[in-house]
């Protein structure tokens, strides 16, 4: 990008024609405000020193676990430093998981270790049984009642890499359904190819719940490398593994959603929020899942509130415990309902640092002047304009779903699914450059919203379709 593109696109935006009646667009001043912030926000590395700080001082924050809790006491303070004007919490409670130990071996002839992690909602225990290979998930699921009884479940499925991450889909119905199919057809325990697209030895742990009145048994993720290992010593002749794996969910925890305000002048009941997820998994520091959502959030919020003081007021949560439920996604959506005629927008990061490369989102037919605005303004970051497409991420998916105007920016995720859930997920994998773009993109849909003549059209859409989770 050069400063003759930028000049250029602004000066057409200044050009065009005032707003009619009915119609939400923002002011020339409003656009030129906007265009300043975004140029800055590309020479600002506030979101990067939030998630080094998060991702150092912190690490790791399972839900439930003592990072967990401290990872709180870190939003809280941080939004204070960063110059919020109203730092407040949620209480949020659920079971809560834990991982202690994990063990895999091949028996017999070819004995050997095998990678792996038990996945989260898993039971303790030990199992050792013959594997039964399942090129897919349906046939795992049309396995006869009784067919497995013994034996331990491997549904081998390679996730394919895609830049908008559709590729987890697959992946994730794999992870999430396939030990209860193995369950009910008298498996004793279940493995699989992980749902990434690394060649790591890694594996890639995620949420999984068993069917009402399934026998929940013992289930694990291989990496891509020991899966392949398992295939090959099935194809020699029928093969022992024993799992080992000592964990399961010990009574219930109360985490919180830390929420930051930066308190709009005129309107400070109309809410612009952004957001991330505070937990990650246990086993690399979520720096990609989902720290550069929080850092994204609290940077681009603080750049948009520090351009001046919004008119709106422009919130940031920092949702607590998505990965095992959208459980803080739920509080705060329930908390919402009866004011997403006053949600102006919501906005949430939760498929990594990757640059931004599309912007949509729904808002009412009034809103498409200022939403074009944005499109015009965000062209210079190579952000393609999609209006219509693209969902809210993770816990604002559910506020999306209610009724509330949602801005929704596809990362470029074409490596993310190599690191998500697995200890690789750690601050060096993020790039400065992309994770300023990114906030840049965030600061100037945020500003806009914030300060544009009218509502975005919350509380009279109508719902769209289910939303998708990672
Ligand atoms: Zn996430």
Redesign the pocket.
């Known amino acids: 990008m050069t400063r003759t593109l930028l000049a250029v696109s602004l000066a057409s935006l200044l050009a065009s024609s005032p707003a009619f009646a009915g119609e939400t667009k923002a002011s020339p001043a409003t656009v030129q405000a906007a265009a300043a912030l975004r140029d800055q926000a590309l020479k600002d590395n506030t979101g990067w020193k939030v998630l080094e700080s998060l991702t150092t001082e912190v690490g790791q924050r399972m839900a439930g676990s003592e990072g967990d809790a401290r990872a709180v006491e870190w939003a809280k303070a941080k939004f204070k430093e960063l110059g919020f004007d109203k730092v407040w919490t949620q209480p949020v409670t659920f079971p809560k998981w834990e991982r202690r130990s994990e063990h895999g071996e091949v028996l017999g002839a070819h004995s050997q270790k095998l990678v792996l992690t038990a996945l989260g909602g898993s039971p303790g225990g030990t199992v050792e049984g013959e594997v039964v290979r399942f090129d897919s998930l349906e046939a795992l699921q049309n396995a006869a009642p009784g067919s497995l009884a013994g034996k331990i479940a491997f549904v081998d499925v390679m996730m394919p890499r895609a830049k908008d991450g559709h590729g987890y889909g697959i992946g994730s119905r794999v992870r999430t359904t396939g030990a209860s199919s193995a369950s009910k057809a008298g498996a004793i325990g279940y493995v699989m190819r992980p749902a990434g697209t690394d060649w790591e030895r890694n594996p890639h742990t995620g949420m999984t719940r068993f069917e009402n009145g399934v026998k929940p048994i013992p289930e694990a993720s291989l990496t891509n490398i020991d899966a392949d290992q398992l295939a090959r010593l099935v194809k020699l002749g029928p093969t022992r593994i024993r799992v080992a794996l000592d964990c399961g969910f010990n009574g219930e925890y109360t985490s919180q959603n830390v929420i930051g305000e930066i308190t709009g002048s005129s309107k400070p009941d109309e809410i612009v929020a952004l957001a991330?997820?505070l937990d990650?998994w246990d086993l690399g520091t979520?720096a990609i899942?989902?720290g550069s959502?929080v850092a994204i959030s609290m940077a681009a919020a603080q750049l948009a509130g520090k351009m001046k003081r919004p008119e709106r007021t422009i919130r940031v949560v920092a949702f607590a415990n998505?990965?095992q439920g959208l459980w803080g996604g739920r509080v705060y959506a329930e908390s919402q309902k009866d004011k997403i005629a006053k949600s102006q927008i919501v906005m949430e990061s939760?498929?990594?640092p990757g640059r931004v490369y599309e912007f949509g989102g729904t808002w009412s037919k009034d809103a498409e002047p200022a939403m074009a605005q944005v499109a015009e303004l965000l062209k210079p970051l190579g952000i393609a304009y999609t209006p219509g497409k693209g969902e809210a991420?993770?816990e604002m998916g559910l506020m999306q779903g209610a009724g509330s105007a949602a801005g929704a920016f596809a990362h470029d995720a074409t490596r993310y699914f190599d690191l998500?859930h697995t200890p690789n997920d750690t601050l060096d994998k993020v790039d400065p450059e992309d994770l300023r773009v990114d906030i840049a993109a965030y600061a100037t849909l945020a500003f806009i919203a914030a300060n544009v003549d009218g509502s975005l059209g919350s509380g009279t859409m109508p719902a769209p379709e289910p939303r998708k989770r990672?």
Request: proline share 0%; no cysteine.
């Open positions: 991330g997820h990650s979520g899942d989902d959502g998505e990965e939760d498929s990594g991420e993770s998500h990672r």
